[in-house]
């Protein structure tokens, strides 16, 4: 069973830039579709971004599009969520998801991932 951990949250200012990371054990990663999502305080969780196992489709939600990127780290069994000119509304709890799916619709929304990390806490102060 694959379990994810996240790293690299963290208190940064407006128009900082933050790396976050996920790694993998118990299964390799690169056999994943891997999605990250964010859950502020009263509010839903949210769709951020992911990429399909097959590493050739990447999709963003509309609050990180042309900010963040997605990426994998293979030879560490991890990815990466490279957050630019991060705004105080990014504050919020960010996790980490694998699962088999493919297209968009299924990537975007929690219930198209089987695995999930505890997640790692991201504030920005303005």
């Known amino acids: 069973q694959v379990q994810l951990r996240e790293s690299g949250g963290g208190l940064v200012q407006s128009g900082d830039s933050l790396r976050v990371s996920c790694a993998a054990s118990g299964g390799t990663l690169s056999t994943y579709s891997v999605g990250w999502f964010r859950q502020a305080p009263g509010k839903e969780r949210e769709f951020v971004c992911a990429?399909?196992?097959?590493?050739?489709?990447?999709y963003y939600g509309d609050s990180g599009k042309g900010r963040f990127t997605l990426s994998r780290e293979n030879a560490k069994n991890s990815v990466i969520l490279q957050m630019n000119n991060l705004k105080p509304e990014d504050t919020a709890v960010y996790y980490c998801?694998?699962?088999?799916?493919?297209?968009?619709?299924?990537?975007?929304?929690?219930?198209?991932?089987?695995?999930w990390g505890r997640g790692t806490q991201v504030t920005v102060s303005s």
């Open positions: 998801a694998a699962g088999p799916g493919i297209n968009r619709d299924y990537l975007s929304a929690p219930l198209g991932y089987g695995y």
């Open positions: 990429m399909s196992w097959s590493g050739g489709s990447k």
